[in-house]
C-alpha cells in the first residue's frame, strides 16, 4: 500500500503556493473521479503558521478567481467552484467551505451555528482550528499540519491522508511503495 503522508520543507510562500496548487490539482482528479463526493480537510498549526496562506492557495488552485477571504469573523466563507470533467462541456459544481474556529469559545457554538449540514454536500470543507470544536466535527480525510520556521515565510507542512477518499484525494502527492 502506498505511504499515507508526506512533508514538505518550504523554504519561501512561493514554495507553499506550490504545494497548495499541487494539492489543488489532485484533488480536482479527485472530484473529476468522484463527482459527488465530501471532503474534510483540516489545517492546523500555531498561529502565524501560516494556515490562511495556504487555504487561500489552495482555494485559488481549485479554480476560485477572486478574493479569498479570512473566515476569522464569518467562521464560514463559501466559495463555489466549476470543475471540468472529461466530458464534452461538462462540469461538476462543488462548494469549499473555509472554516476559521479560532474565535470559537465552546464546541456548542459550532453546533449552534447549523454549519454540520456543509459536511454532507457535495465539495469540501477546510477547517482552521479544528481542536476548538473538541471532537463535535466529522473525522477528516487529510489532515495538513504547518509549523513555522526561523525565517518569515518558511514552512514545514506535513499532508497526512486518514481516509481512502483522503489517499485517492492525495493520490499524485504520496509517494508510492
Not at 12 to 33: C, G, H, P, V
Not at 82 to 88: E, L, R, S
Not at 131 to 138: C, D, M, N, Q, Y
Amino acid at each position: 500500500m502506498a505511504q499515507n503522508s508526506f512533508t514538505q520543507h518550504c523554504r519561501q510562500e512561493a514554495d507553499t503556493t506550490a504545494l497548495a496548487q499541487q494539492l489543488a490539482l489532485s484533488i480536482r482528479q479527485f472530484f473529476q473521479a468522484n463527482q459527488s463526493s465530501h471532503l474534510n480537510i483540516s489545517l492546523e498549526g500555531d498561529l502565524g503558521a501560516g494556515k490562511t496562506t495556504f487555504a487561500r492557495h489552495l482555494i485559488q488552485g481549485l479554480g476560485h478567481e477572486g478574493r479569498v477571504k479570512s473566515p476569522t469573523y464569518t467562521l464560514c466563507e463559501p466559495y463555489p467552484i466549476q470543475i471540468k470533467t472529461d466530458g464534452p462541456n461538462t462540469f461538476i459544481n462543488i462548494t469549499v467551505h473555509h472554516f476559521d474556529l479560532y474565535r470559537m469559545r465552546d464546541p456548542l457554538e459550532w453546533q449552534e451555528a447549523g454549519f454540520v449540514e456543509h459536511f454532507d454536500e457535495t465539495g469540501l470543507c477546510l477547517v482552521e482550528w479544528p481542536e476548538k470544536a473538541e471532537g463535535t466535527l466529522p473525522t477528516f480525510d487529510i489532515e495538513i499540519h504547518l509549523v513555522a520556521g526561523e525565517a518569515e515565510c518558511e514552512r514545514v507542512i506535513t499532508l497526512k491522508a486518514s481516509s481512502d477518499q483522503g489517499v485517492a484525494a492525495l493520490k499524485e502527492l504520496l509517494p508510492q511503495s
